[in-house]
C-alpha cells in the first residue's frame, strides 16, 4: 500500500484484505524444452489463481510479532529451517485464511497449493501493510 492510499474500511475494521496469487509453471514444448517468448524470456503459464484473507495484526500482537523476527527481506528463504518455518506458521495460522478450504494455513500448505517464495514474501508484507 502506497503512502497516499488510503487503507480500506475493511482493514480499518479489522475484517482483513484479500491477497491474490497465480500459481504457475514454465511453458515447455513436446520435448520438455523450455518456451520462450518474443522477449526471450521463458514464457509461464497460469495453472491457477488462488486468494488468501490477511487479517491485519492486533495492536497486543506487535512486539510479539517483532520478537519473533519473522524474515520479510530477501533472507525469506530462511523459512525452510524448522525454527523460522515454526515462527511463520504461528502467525499464519491466526492471521491468513484461504477461503471455502477448511484448512489451516502453514509453509507447508502453501507449497502444495503452489505458492512461490516472492509470493509468500509479499503476502507476509501485506500482513505487515495493513496492520499499519
Same mark, same amino acid.
Given at each position: 500500500?502506497?503512502?497516499?492510499?488510503?487503507?480500506?474500511? %475493511?482493514?480499518?475494521?479489522?475484517?482483513?484484505?484479500?491477497?491474490?496469487?497465480?500459481? +504457475?509453471?514454465?511453458?515447455?514444448?513436446?520435448?520438455?524444452?523450455?518456451?520462450?517468448?518474443?522477449?526471450?524470456? $521463458?514464457?509461464?503459464?497460469?495453472?491457477? %489463481?488462488? +486468494?488468501?484473507?490477511?487479517? $491485519?495484526?492486533?495492536?497486543?500482537?506487535?512486539?510479539?510479532?517483532?520478537?519473533?523476527?519473522?524474515? +520479510?527481506?530477501?533472507?525469506?528463504?530462511?523459512?525452510? %529451517?524448522?525454527?523460522?518455518?515454526?515462527?511463520?506458521?504461528?502467525?499464519?495460522?491466526?492471521?491468513?485464511?484461504? $477461503?471455502?478450504?477448511?484448512?489451516?494455513?502453514?509453509?507447508?500448505?502453501?507449497?502444495?497449493?503452489?505458492?512461490?517464495?516472492?509470493?509468500?514474501?509479499?503476502?507476509?508484507?501485506?500482513?505487515?501493510?495493513?496492520?499499519?
Amino acid at each position: 500500500m502506497s503512502k497516499k492510499e488510503a487503507a480500506p474500511l %475493511s482493514v480499518m475494521l479489522g475484517s482483513g484484505e484479500d491477497f491474490y496469487f497465480d500459481v +504457475t509453471k514454465l511453458k515447455t514444448d513436446e520435448d520438455g524444452n523450455p518456451v520462450f517468448g518474443a522477449d526471450g524470456n $521463458p514464457v509461464l503459464e497460469v495453472i491457477a %489463481s488462488k +486468494t488468501l484473507l490477511v487479517l $491485519p495484526l492486533n495492536l497486543k500482537e506487535v512486539q510479539e510479532f517483532q520478537e519473533d523476527r519473522i524474515n +520479510t527481506g530477501t533472507q525469506t528463504f530462511t523459512v525452510l %529451517s524448522d525454527k523460522e518455518r515454526a515462527k511463520t506458521d504461528k502467525w499464519l495460522k491466526t492471521h491468513v485464511f484461504m $477461503p471455502g478450504a477448511g484448512k489451516v494455513v502453514t509453509v507447508d500448505l502453501l507449497k502444495e497449493e503452489g505458492m512461490d517464495l516472492l509470493q509468500m514474501r509479499k503476502m507476509i508484507g501485506r500482513l505487515l501493510d495493513i496492520s499499519g
